[in-house]
């Protein structure tokens, strides 16, 4: 594709696409925008994006996070590409400041911008009627929990402690609060996976891990893999509290009005949870201890009917503003001349 955007005697059907479209609406999958997941995924997120402004097309980075950038050259070139898009959004303030400092005076607020996570946006849909049995509660006053696990670390947890600096043991974390819950909080517990498949970063093979360490089956249930994202959504949305390390299995809770903590790995989540005005529920495994995070994620389990409330006065706006900002997007491409 690059060889093909430079010489057209080189053809190549993505690059044609690229070149036939109105524009190019970019996301890097909402958190890749950085060097932090290794110089493979780097790739893959920056030279889609390059290879748009080569060919001239308005490219529109959509909410997303910016950095970190270990790498200055990294750092550089994703200057040069948000300066050079038609615009390019934040998904919080963070994730602005972030990007405002990598522009630094190629800054341009016309073009630069603060939004909101798109997954804010997500409609919930109603999945089959086994489905609503496991996350919907049976019976008057259950509490019902649930709980995502990450592949990412769970499945190959010495690499990922080295990889992102964590300070906690995050397969007894989970397990411990899992426990917890059962013992003194919840009726029944429900595992998410969040991202499915047989790869590597699996959350399927993590939930059973923890399923299987529980050890609960009659309280204990996975959500089925097969499930769509707005179907998982619609069963997020009936818990009481949830807990997620993967940040849009979070998000899914936060904008259906259900009071979640999160086990963060990265700077991507304090943000996106400040939005919502929850920032003191994200337990950052970076810079605390398992016997402390398991204590603040059980007070907050224990909590959720305040943070229930505090959640309600402040997450129908950010869903408003995830939908508003797609308009706005269009209106400027509407109004650069480009045919969308």
């Known amino acids: 594709m690059r060889v093909s955007s430079a010489l057209r005697v080189l053809p190549n059907r993505n690059v044609s696409a690229m070149r036939r479209a109105a524009a190019i609406l970019d996301i890097s999958g909402g958190d890749?925008?950085?060097?932090?997941?290794?110089?493979?995924?780097w790739n893959l997120v920056v030279l889609p994006k390059q290879i748009a402004l080569r060919l001239g097309r308005?490219?529109?980075?959509?909410?997303?996070?910016?950095?970190?950038?270990?790498?200055?050259?990294?750092?550089?070139?994703?200057?040069?590409?948000?300066?050079?898009?038609?615009?390019?959004?934040?998904?919080?303030a963070r994730s602005f400041a972030a990007m405002r400092a990598v522009l630094g005076d190629r800054f341009d607020p016309r073009r630069h911008r603060e939004g909101v996570d798109?997954?804010?946006?997500?409609?919930?849909?109603?999945?089959?009627?086994?489905?609503?049995?496991?996350?919907?509660?049976?019976r008057a006053g259950e509490?019902?929990?649930?709980?995502?696990?990450?592949?990412?670390?769970?499945?190959?947890?010495?690499?990922?402690?080295?990889?992102?600096?964590?300070?906690?043991?995050?397969?007894?974390?989970?397990?411990?609060?899992?426990?917890?819950?059962?013992?003194?909080?919840?009726d029944r517990l429900v595992l998410v996976p969040h991202v499915v498949g047989d790869g590597p970063e699996s959350d399927v093979r993590a939930c059973r891990r923890v399923a299987e360490a529980l050890a609960e089956p009659?309280?204990?249930?996975?959500?089925?893999?097969?499930?769509?994202?707005?179907?998982?959504?619609?069963?997020?949305?009936?818990f009481d509290w949830f807990c997620g390390t993967r940040m849009h299995s979070t998000v899914a809770a936060?904008?259906?009005?259900?009071?979640?903590?999160?086990?963060?790995?990265?700077?991507?989540?304090?943000?996106?949870?400040?939005?919502?005005?929850?920032?003191?529920?994200v337990v950052d495994a970076r810079s605390?201890?398992?016997?402390?995070?398991?204590?603040?994620?059980?007070?907050?389990?224990?909590?959720?009917?305040?943070e229930r409330a505090l959640l309600a006065s402040r997450y129908r706006g950010v869903v408003d503003r995830a939908q508003g900002q797609f308009a706005e997007i269009l209106d400027d491409l509407d109004a650069s001349g480009a045919p969308v």
């Not at 009071?259 to 949870?273: C, D, H, N």
């Open 254 to 281: 936060l904008s259906s009005g259900v009071p979640a903590a999160s086990i963060a790995y990265s700077l991507k989540t304090q943000g996106v949870f400040e939005t919502c005005g929850m920032g003191h529920a």
């Open 288 to 306: 605390t201890s398992t016997d402390d995070a398991v204590d603040r994620l059980v007070e907050l389990a224990t909590r959720r009917l305040d």
């Open 32 to 41: 890749s925008f950085t060097d932090l997941y290794g110089i493979p995924r």
């Open 143 to 186: 509490v019902v929990v649930g709980v995502n696990v990450s592949g990412l670390i769970a499945n190959e947890q010495p690499a990922a402690t080295a990889q992102f600096g964590l300070t906690v043991d995050y397969l007894a974390l989970v397990h411990r609060v899992a426990r917890q819950l059962l013992d003194g909080v919840a």
């Open 58 to 92: 308005p490219l529109v980075l959509l909410p997303q996070t910016y950095g970190p950038f270990e790498h200055d050259s990294h750092r550089n070139t994703a200057s040069a590409v948000i300066a050079g898009a038609r615009s390019a959004w934040a998904r919080d």
């Open 218 to 238: 009659d309280r204990v249930s996975i959500l089925p893999p097969t499930l769509t994202a707005s179907e998982t959504k619609w069963c997020i949305a009936q």
């Open 118 to 138: 798109v997954a804010f946006a997500l409609p919930a849909s109603t999945p089959s009627d086994c489905v609503r049995e496991i996350a919907s509660h049976q």
